[in-house]
């Protein structure tokens, strides 16, 4: 089994001490940082995504492999920040104006990380304007925001008129989630895209980018 | 009648099957022995820094009239406007966890102990629900002796729910007022520790409780737990009390 295969493997299986060290191992036989990133740890999480969608894997088993995920990263980061080499593309995220809830925004920040996208997250209770200011700064082409009430939901709305209103919506996507939030509401506010769950945000954002 | 009441952490130990249910586990289906693994250190995690604390608080059907009412912004139609006119007692209450879980669920997320972080996320979520089982026996242990409720129809109401809208906390919270056991309300109506619980306990025939789960917000309710609490609630039955 070649080496990027056993990274795939162990970063499945959640073993980040093995997917560190292999990793480790790749980087002195002079594979290219891409190369590991691309063929070892973003495969593995592709195969852990399909399987939490076949209900093969689930939450602990997606979190766990994602932790696996990091520590390749770590170890390769400092190379791909050396060859430059680009992101999936930059997300920005957030809990809207007055939630404080995160535990579904942090999920969705996770497992964008682990499909390679570079992710800002500007954590809960964001204003509108802040959204918006970070994206054109930091060239971000999507905005992902979740809500889990009712009463915070309009932010959502808000965030994409103010894009509308700034002539932004061609560059910067937005996707909206979090339990009250539906693809009607979606469509009704104007957001490029609904998800709902983290694994299928990957998916939506994924598209969105292209 | 007001008290504050400490609850032991014990007491409010999740089973696993509702905590799974929240990691998004079909009911068919068995966590692995390393999830169970991580579900017994989230229950470690909560058991040294859960300080759960409640109070609770009797006032008058008038009194409740007005919370109910809140800021005016209740869907045109719920179930808790037929229900309450009805009932013999009104109890107000709010527990929380307090802010050391909610704390260290941030503190693994950054270090990226997701599965861990989730985990305890969903064990508190689950622990905080069963405070309100606590406050309820407490009560009914309490009220016994007193000229005392109804106690075959105790049910158990919350602002955010079933078309009571979530900014009647404002009004709870005016009367209650749960900042003494460390309970906030930010301008989005939301409680602060997180993992806190609020609402109102109304006591009176069991029926009274009973309703048709078929309003307009009904098919946007991910829980539908009104179905069980209403069958669970049987006629001339007390609910059960526990004696720990």
């Known amino acids: ?8 493997e162990q970063l499945q299986l959640g073993l980040e001490e093995e997917v560190a060290a292999l ?11 891409k190369d590991i990133l691309d063929n070892g740890l973003i495969a593995g999480m592709n195969i852990v995504g399909e399987k939490f969608r076949s209900h093969e894997f689930f939450l602990p088993d997606v979190l766990l492999a994602a932790k696996a995920m990091y520590a390749g990263m770590n170890e390769i980061k400092p190379l791909l920040i050396k060859d430059k080499v680009p992101s999936m593309g930059k997300v920005v995220i957030g809990t809207v104006r007055g939630d404080l809830h995160d535990i579904g925004k942090n999920l969705v920040g996770v497992m964008l990380r682990g499909a ?3 992710v800002i997250d500007l954590g809960n209770d964001v204003p509108p304007a802040k959204f918006i200011e970070t994206a054109r700064n930091a060239g971000a082409k999507v905005i992902g925001m979740s809500a889990l009430l009712t009463t915070t939901m309009p932010a959502m709305k808000e965030v994409v008129a103010l894009l509308k209103s700034e002539g932004l919506t061609d560059q910067i996507h937005t996707i909206v989630g979090g339990a009250p939030v539906s693809q009607e509401y979606a469509r009704e506010i104007g957001a490029s895209a609904y998800s709902y769950d983290a694994s299928n945000a990957v998916d939506r954002i994924r598209a969105l980018m292209n | 009648m007001r008290e504050q009441i400490q609850i032991a952490v014990q007491d409010i130990l999740p089973d696993p099957a509702p905590v799974f249910a929240l990691q998004g586990y079909p009911p068919n289906v068995h966590p692995d022995a390393r999830a169970l693994g991580i579900f017994k250190s989230a229950m470690g995690l909560l058991l040294g820094l859960a300080r759960p604390v409640a109070v609770w608080m009797d006032i008058t059907a008038e009194e409740f009239q007005s919370i109910y009412e809140g800021e005016g912004d209740n869907a045109p139609a719920t179930p808790l406007e037929r229900i309450y006119p009805q009932a013999e007692h009104f109890v107000l209450f709010a527990a929380t966890l307090n802010e050391p879980v ?18 305890l996320d969903s064990l508190a979520s689950v622990a905080a629900d069963l405070m309100g089982g606590r406050i309820e026996e407490h009560y009914l242990r309490t009220a016994s002796s007193s000229p005392g409720p109804n106690s075959n129809g105790l049910m158990r109401y919350s602002p955010g729910y079933c078309g009571w809208h979530i900014s009647a906390q404002k009004a709870l919270f005016r009367r209650l007022r749960p900042e003494g056991i460390g309970i906030t309300l930010r301008e989005s109506y939301l409680m602060q520790p997180l993992k806190s619980i609020s609402g109102v306990m109304l006591c009176g025939r069991p029926e009274i409780h009973r309703f048709r789960p078929d309003y307009p917000f009904c098919s946007e309710c991910c829980t539908k737990s009104c179905v069980d609490r209403i069958k669970k609630m049987k006629k001339g039955r007390p609910p059960e009390v526990r004696s720990d």
């Open chain 2, 102 to 119: 909610c704390d260290e669920i941030k503190a693994l997320f950054a270090n990226d102990d997701f599965a861990l972080g989730a985990m």
């Open chain 1, 1 to 8: 089994m070649s080496l990027l295969s056993q990274i795939s």
């Open chain 1, 116 to 118: 390679g996208f570079d």
């Open chain 1, 23 to 33: 990793t480790r191992e790749a980087i002195q036989q002079n594979m290219t940082p």
